[in-house]
């Protein structure tokens, strides 16, 4: 089956760096548009980045725009956020996702999406 886990997240003071990591297995990697979304308490699950199966196309939430760097190796079937100059409102629980569609009106989850289990980040002031 499908097995996304992520790891990288923790806790950093503003201004700081973190780099999440999503090791993917049971799928054709590689065929994926893959990607990271998140969510803080009471609130919706927003989308953050992705790339297209190639890394040719990135794509990037508003808030997270020339902070933010995603990258993916299909060697190794993982996909990197690089995070830096952390805010305390990029504080939540960020999620791996396999299957994500991006177009005109952004990206979101396809119908099917897999998801990780999710990685706390936590940025304090």
């Known amino acids: 089956q499908v097995q996304l886990v992520e790891s990288g997240g923790g806790l950093v003071q503003a201004g700081g760096s973190l780099r999440l990591s999503c090791a993917a297995s049971g799928l054709i990697f590689s065929s994926y548009t893959m990607g990271w979304f998140r969510q803080a308490p009471g609130k919706e699950r927003d989308f953050v980045a992705a790339?297209?199966?190639?890394?040719?196309?990135?794509y990037y939430g508003d808030s997270v725009k020339g902070r933010f760097t995603i990258s993916r190796d299909n060697a190794k079937n993982t996909v990197n956020l690089q995070m830096n100059s952390l805010k305390p409102e990029d504080t939540a629980v960020y999620y791996c996702?396999?299957?994500?569609?991006?177009?005109?009106?952004?990206?979101?989850?396809?119908?099917?999406?897999?998801w990780g289990q999710g990685t706390q980040v936590t940025v304090s002031s």
């Open positions: 996702a396999a299957g994500i569609s991006c177009a005109g009106y952004g990206c979101r989850p396809s119908t099917g999406v897999h």
């Open positions: 790339s297209s199966w190639s890394g040719g196309n990135t």
